[in-house]
């Protein structure tokens, strides 16, 4: 089992940056690649960004795509998403998962409980 717990969401400003962070525990957490996702109200959950064990493989959503970083710490294992100039679109509940590094949720067995981040324009 790998248990994941999302930090780092709030309430910001359109144009703000956010950094998110996932602390997993458990199972060897550098073994696995990790994703993050979103769910806004009303909407199916949506990859985000993942990225592979090693960090030598990353992959973005297009409405995320060079606005957002996703990086590991495989000493603190912690994976980061690192998002600039945040859009009201951006609102959702931000989920980390992993076991995959697919862009489909239904190949993540394992996810975090979801940290909110709400961007006012």
């Known amino acids: 089992q790998v248990q994941l717990v999302e930090s780092g969401g709030g309430l910001v400003q359109a144009g703000d940056s956010m950094r998110l962070s996932c602390a997993a525990s458990?199972?060897?957490?550098?073994?696995?690649?990790m994703g993050w996702f979103r769910q806004a109200p009303g909407k199916e959950r949506e990859f985000v960004a993942a990225?592979?064990?090693?960090?030598?493989?990353?992959r973005y959503a297009d409405s995320v795509k060079g606005r957002a970083t996703i990086s590991r710490d495989n000493a603190k294992n912690t994976v980061y998403l690192q998002m600039n100039s945040l859009k009201p679109e951006d609102t959702a509940v931000y989920y980390c998962?992993?076991?995959?590094?697919?862009?489909?949720?239904?190949?993540?067995?394992?996810w975090g409980q979801g940290t909110q981040v709400t961007v006012s324009s």
């Open positions: 458990g199972r060897t957490f550098s073994s696995y690649a």
């Open positions: 998962a992993t076991g995959s590094s697919s862009i489909l949720a239904k190949t993540y067995p394992y």
């Open positions: 990225i592979s064990w090693r960090s030598d493989m990353t």
